[in-house]
């Protein structure tokens, strides 16, 4: 954050692990105290109706919104695994305006181990174990930057570069640029603009070497079918795949796969 907290200004309150689902989904609420919301497992969208703004998160990822800020949200697809935290920060429910922060770009992995251990704290409940619950809040709330806060060039390329390993490492689950954009917490039209601006290249193009790539990589270290690779790198069918690579190789991914195992 932006300042300096005191850990012992922090009053704990509930901190909850569980499944969000269609049936349940979150509010539209408006709290008295910050929430720190955590996507474990899964996909969810957050709305924000009187900022005008929406939140694609794919996990980890997560938002910290401030007392007196409305919000709804749901999973995407049947379910999403998700903690809360909520907290008063000074004793003064009215100290912030209403709004988000968002996790560092390159920390989200970070921020969720620092969450679990939060988490089984606050089910010991012990009372000698307080300060540090205070102390462990207070760091893992240091991962967190208003929108817009880094918005220099260098920060720009930092945040592109973390979002597009994590991405790599999660090729199954990026389906479309919007979901690398929910990384940093922008819309798809923001990461395009972000990308062009910071390395002049296309930000569709950095994601189609990324699945083809690894589809390379696949072909020929194991003996996943067509259809397995193409789910794994973020295609939706083997048709697509094999149009890309065609397209972008020079080759189908069979003969591929023959060119590289030649004594196979």
């Not at 806060?149 to 199954?172: I, K």
Request: net charge positive; hydrophobic share 40%; glycine share 8%.
């Amino acid at each position: 954050m932006a300042y300096e907290i005191a850990p012992r200004s922090l009053e704990l309150r509930d901190h909850r692990f569980g499944r969000i689902n269609r049936r349940m989904p979150i509010g539209p609420v408006r709290w008295p105290f910050h929430d720190l919301f955590w996507l474990h497992e899964g996909k969810a969208t957050i709305r924000f109706p009187e900022l005008s703004a929406r939140l694609d998160l794919v996990a980890p990822a997560g938002v910290l919104i401030r007392p007196g800020t409305l919000f709804s949200g749901a999973p995407v697809g049947a379910f999403a695994t998700a903690s809360i935290c909520h907290f008063v920060l000074g004793g003064d429910t009215s100290a912030a305006a209403p709004g988000y922060l968002l996790p560092n770009a390159d920390e989200a992995l970070h921020i969720q181990h620092l969450l679990r251990l939060c988490m089984h704290l606050a089910r010991r409940n012990r009372p000698d174990e307080l300060p540090r619950r205070q102390r462990l809040l207070a760091a893992t709330l240091d991962g967190f930057h208003a929108p817009g806060e880094t918005s220099n060039a260098a920060a720009d390329e930092d945040r592109l570069a973390s979002a597009w390993s994590q991405a790599g490492q999660n090729l199954h689950r990026m389906r479309t640029l919007s979901d690398v954009a929910a990384l940093l917490g922008v819309s798809e039209s923001a990461l395009r603009a972000m990308h062009r601006r910071a390395w002049d290249t296309s930000a569709g193009e950095r994601l189609r070497d990324l699945r083809l790539t690894r589809a390379e990589e696949l072909l020929v270290a194991t003996g996943l079918s067509l259809s397995e690779i193409a789910r794994a790198v973020g295609y939706g069918h083997a048709a697509t795949l094999s149009a890309a690579f065609r397209r972008r190789r020079g080759k189908t991914p069979g003969q591929y796969r023959r060119w590289s195992n030649p004594f196979a």
